[in-house]
């Protein structure tokens, strides 16, 4: 199967892409420069030089492929809108990556009790209305006989099969503390993070492209964790003895931004992977967060 992947060199799509090849399946990837495209070809990766921002050429591109996999952005909805109109009526799959915070809330680091599978009514923070609104629309889109899906991460962490070897949150803890000589985390860190491994998330989005019905959307994950037991494996990790620090938002909010602070760092996101497991048999088997951490897969590079 010939298969359009945006996000080809990041750490979600470029891992995707590895597993779709490994599986026998062409992957024509979109990049943004030529440099990336000799990076993306040396991972067997047919490169399309383009953005986004490029209706034309990514209709053209999900036209020509037997499936679309959207990894680049889950908030970009005229290029979501270009491939989906080039799909109608071809019965062909638009699979496209959202992200757990759809279900966070501003929380300042302290925990919540809400937890949501695919069958819970969620009512979006402001900064997350947008993309949940796409959400929607690209499910209802199988109304025009195609196959939309979407897979919805939460935290992800393991080293990716891509380019791109690294996610972002853990990453930005350890450079965090690497910088301060502390683990650092907002407030007490009590808010809660589900997680899930990127093999994990590989295997699902395989098992999305092979049966995954019209309009079906899933949540990843595979166990939990609050801000500060990963502050806490990452100070044992670095050899710092496992304490950690607090540190305000306006602090965070300085360090990575404040959308990012309030919106993923300081925020809940717990989800249960109801439907992945009934419907699509996933069986996530890899270490766990903290087993990732613990052992130095973010010893180097991170």
């Not at 990041?10 to 990076?39: F, K, P, T």
């Not at 915070?101 to 947008?130: H, K, M, N």
């Not at 910088?179 to 860190?189: P, R, W």
């Not at 801000?227 to 306006?250: F, H, N, P, V, W």
Request: glycine share 10%; with cysteine; hydrophobic share 45%.
């Amino acid at each position: 199967m010939r298969v359009f992947l945006t996000g080809a060199t990041g750490y979600i799509g470029g891992s995707v892409a590895a597993g779709l090849i490994a599986a026998g399946h062409m992957v024509e990837g979109l990049v943004r420069s030529q440099a990336r495209a000799d990076l993306a070809r040396d991972k067997g990766i047919e490169p399309l030089i383009g953005c986004l921002d490029d209706p034309e050429l990514l209709a053209a591109a999900a036209g020509r492929a037997d499936a679309v996999v959207n990894a680049a952005n889950a908030d970009h909805r005229a290029a979501a809108e270009a491939m989906l109109a080039a799909l109608a009526g071809s019965k062909k799959l638009f699979l496209h990556t959202s992200g757990s915070s759809i279900v966070g809330t501003r929380a300042e680091g302290t925990a919540s009790e809400d937890v949501f599978d695919e069958t819970t009514p969620l009512q979006p923070s402001p900064a997350r209305v947008a993309r949940v609104a796409l959400n929607q629309d690209i499910l209802a889109a199988a109304a025009t006989d195609l196959r939309p899906v979407i897979v919805c991460p939460s935290l992800i962490y393991g080293l990716g099969r891509g380019v791109a070897p690294h996610s972002m949150q853990v990453p930005w803890l350890i450079e965090l503390a690497r910088k301060s000589g502390a683990a650092k985390h907002i407030g007490t860190g009590a808010n809660i993070w589900s997680n899930v491994h990127i093999d994990d998330l590989v295997d699902l989005y395989l098992r999305a492209v092979e049966k995954a019905p019209p309009g079906a959307f899933y949540f990843a994950e595979n166990g939990e964790n609050s801000m500060r037991e990963m502050c806490q494996a990452i100070s044992r990790m670095l050899g710092y003895g496992g304490d950690t620090q607090a540190m305000d938002l306006e602090t965070a909010a300085a360090e990575w931004g404040e959308g990012p602070a309030n919106d993923t760092m300081a925020s809940n996101s717990r989800v249960r992977a109801v439907r992945a497991r009934r419907e699509l048999a996933w069986a996530p088997k890899a270490p766990s967060l903290i087993a990732e951490i613990e052992r130095g897969c973010y010893a180097e590079g991170a």
